[in-house]
Nanobody, 120 residues
Framework: QVQLVESGGGLVQAGGSLRLSCAAS????????MGWYRQAPGKQRELVAT???????NYADSVKGRFTISRDNANNTVYLQMNSLKPEDTAVYYC??????????????WGQGTQVTVSS
C-alpha cells in the first residue's frame, strides 16, 4: 500500500506565500518523477510543476518565477514553495508521484488534495 499525504494549504492574501508538502509512505522501492497539479472549480486539473528523481524541474508558464518545486528523496517528500500568490492560484492542489512498489512497472499515485485560497 502506498499513500501520499499533503499538508500546507490554507488561506493567504495576494502576494503572500505558502509551502505545500507531500510525503509518500508505504511499500516504496523507488520514486521517479513527482509533481504538483491543481484544479479550480469548473476547470480541468492542470500541471503546476514536476521534478525528476535527479532534480530537473519543469513549470507551467503561469507559475514560473513564483513557485519552486523540490524534493527530499531520503524522506520521499516533495515540496512546492509558492511565492507572490495571486487569486488565480486558488485551487485544490494535488501531489503526484510515479512510484515503484514491487511488480513489473511504476504506478502513478495521487494525494488527497489540499485547498489553497488566495484572497485579493
Amino acid at each position: 500500500q502506498v499513500q501520499l499525504v499533503e499538508s500546507g494549504g490554507g488561506l493567504v492574501q495576494a502576494g503572500g506565500s505558502l509551502r505545500l508538502s507531500c510525503a509518500a509512505s508505504g511499500s516504496i522501492r523507488s520514486i521517479n518523477a513527482m509533481g504538483w497539479y491543481r484544479q479550480a472549480p469548473g476547470k480541468q486539473r492542470e500541471l503546476v510543476a514536476t521534478i525528476t528523481r535527479g532534480g530537473s524541474t519543469n513549470y507551467a508558464d503561469s507559475v514560473k518565477g513564483r513557485f519552486t518545486i523540490s524534493r527530499d528523496n531520503a524522506n520521499n517528500t516533495v515540496y512546492l514553495q509558492m511565492n507572490s500568490l495571486k487569486p488565480e492560484d486558488t485551487a485544490v492542489y494535488y501531489c503526484n508521484a510515479n512510484i515503484y512498489s514491487g511488480g513489473v512497472y511504476y504506478h502513478d499515485y495521487w494525494g488527497q488534495g489540499t485547498q489553497v485560497t488566495v484572497s485579493s
